[in-house]
T-cell receptor, first 112, second 116 residues
Framework: GDSVTQMEGPVTLSEEAFLTINCTYT??????LFWYVQYPGEGLQLLLK?????DKGSNKGFEATYRKETTSFHLEKGSVQVSDSAVYFC???????????FGTGTRLQVTL | DTGVSQNPRHKITKRGQNVTFRCDPI?????LYWYRQTLGQGPEFLTY????????KSRLLSDRFSAERPKGSFSTLEIQRTEQGDSAMYLC??????????????FGPGTRLTVT
């Protein structure tokens, strides 16, 4: 079945540092890929998405490129802020159900 | 737009009791999903509805679990004879599906269940 693997956290960075959170997937067919973010005490929010190979999703300074050849969808941000501290989930979906398959989440802690 | 709402937000119950959770999706969304999230893990798919029809159930959904969406609007998830292993966050999401296109899922805040 489909699966998503993302790097374990926590990831601790200083403000304005560069962020990369790795995500790889296995899927039958051609999935859409997503990054969701969960801020402390809040629900899951869609951060960005890409629906086909070589698409780049972007939002709030975050970017991720759908790489079919490496089955990856790494999340990047050039300069993180304290307010980016949250748990980030990579996810894929395929098929008519479009049910999401999530990674285990990566906690990001940004300090001053 | 009020978003997806879930009630209650927290539920503490004793082992063996039955519990029921409610999800109200975004009003124009015809798809509704249930997921379960345990501590330190990502959400796992449980089941989904298109309108009032339940189209798929995960093998995670044992016989003690039942979900309904009687009028294609709100949904309920019932757990009978709860066990400590049922302790988790139960998440509801909704989306719009039109033909072969399925749009992104919007999640509610979740119901945290603690079984003592």
């Amino acid at each position: 079945g489909d699966s998503v693997t993302q790097m374990e956290g926590p990831v601790t960075l200083s403000e304005e540092a560069f962020l990369t959170i790795n995500c790889t997937y296995t899927a039958t067919g051609y999935p859409s890929l997503f990054w969701y973010v969960q801020y402390p005490g809040e629900g899951l929010q869609l951060l960005l998405k890409a629906t086909k190979a070589d698409d780049k999703g972007s939002n709030k300074g975050f970017e991720a490129t759908y790489r079919k050849e490496t089955t990856s969808f790494h999340l990047e941000k050039g300069s993180v802020q304290v307010s980016d501290s949250a748990v980030y989930f990579c996810a894929s979906n395929t098929g008519t159900a479009s049910k999401l398959t999530f990674g285990t989440g990566t906690r990001l802690q940004v300090t001053l | 737009d009020t978003g997806v709402s879930q009630n209650p937000r927290h539920k503490i119950t004793k082992r063996g009791q039955n519990v029921t959770f409610r999800c109200d999706p975004i009003s124009e969304h015809n798809r509704l999903y249930w997921y379960r999230q345990t501590l330190g893990q990502g959400p796992e798919f449980l089941t989904y509805f298109q309108n009032e029809a339940q189209l798929e159930k995960s093998r995670l959904l044992s016989d003690r679990f039942s979900a309904e969406r009687p009028k294609g609007s709100f949904s309920t998830l019932e757990i009978q004879r709860t066990e400590q292993g049922d302790s988790a966050m139960y998440l509801c999401a909704s989306s719009l599906a039109w033909g072969l296109a399925v749009y992104e899922q919007y999640f509610g805040p979740g119901t945290r269940l603690t079984v003592t």
